[in-house]
């Protein structure tokens, strides 16, 4: 895999093989949709799901999640054959939130954390802003293989 897309793509698909193993029901959307790259229902519930994929060393400029429910999960193609899984890391909004403040307490740069749970710097005199923040492996490691056993938990 060479490229955005196709690497966004295969993460997709991937995610939404790992929920319909696991039972639940789970449909890519089509187009752009803020936020929402997959949809799992269960018999109680809708839930939106944010894939973020990669082959490199981090995921760049990813943006949050907010509503309750809702899963972020990132989908590690690095070092990876074609026929190995890749290694997903999941996280509710609890978790991203945690994820984000430790990146802000890091931050000497006026980073700041948005109502959709994204880190952002505002715009400036000296820059035009900047919205999502990197993510290293590192950094979520602990949410490794941390699918609820009901998808919204």
């Given at each position: 895999m060479?490229?955005?897309?196709?690497?966004?793509?295969?993460g997709e698909y991937?995610?939404?093989?790992?929920l319909?193993?696991?039972?639940?029901?789970?449909?890519?959307?089509?187009?752009?949709?803020?936020?929402t790259d997959?949809?799992?229902?269960t018999?109680?519930?809708l839930?939106?799901?944010?894939?973020?994929a990669k082959t490199?060393?981090?995921?760049p400029?990813?943006?949050g999640?907010w509503?309750e429910?809702d899963?972020?999960?990132f989908?590690?193609f690095?070092?990876?054959?074609?026929?190995?899984?890749?290694d997903?890391y999941?996280?509710?909004?609890a978790?991203?939130?945690?994820?984000v403040k430790?990146?802000?307490k890091?931050k000497?740069d006026?980073a700041?954390?948005?109502?959709?749970?994204?880190v952002?710097?505002?715009?400036?005199?000296a820059?035009?802003?900047?919205v999502g923040?990197?993510i290293?492996?590192s950094?979520?490691?602990?949410?490794?293989?941390?699918?609820p056993?009901?998808?919204?938990?």
């Amino acid at each position: 895999m060479n490229n955005k897309e196709t690497i966004g793509l295969a993460g997709e698909y991937a995610v939404a093989f790992e929920l319909c193993r696991r039972g639940f029901y789970a449909q890519l959307t089509l187009g752009n949709h803020k936020k929402t790259d997959i949809l799992v229902e269960t018999p109680e519930h809708l839930f939106r799901v944010s894939v973020k994929a990669k082959t490199g060393d981090q995921w760049p400029k990813v943006s949050g999640i907010w509503a309750e429910g809702d899963l972020l999960i990132f989908v590690d193609f690095k070092d990876k054959g074609l026929n190995e899984l890749p290694d997903f890391y999941v996280l509710n909004v609890a978790n991203w939130k945690k994820v984000v403040k430790k990146i802000v307490k890091g931050k000497t740069d006026g980073a700041m954390i948005n109502e959709e749970n994204t880190v952002y710097w505002a715009p400036s005199d000296a820059s035009k802003g900047w919205v999502g923040c990197y993510i290293k492996v590192s950094q979520i490691k602990e949410y490794k293989d941390c699918w609820p056993e009901h998808v919204g938990s």
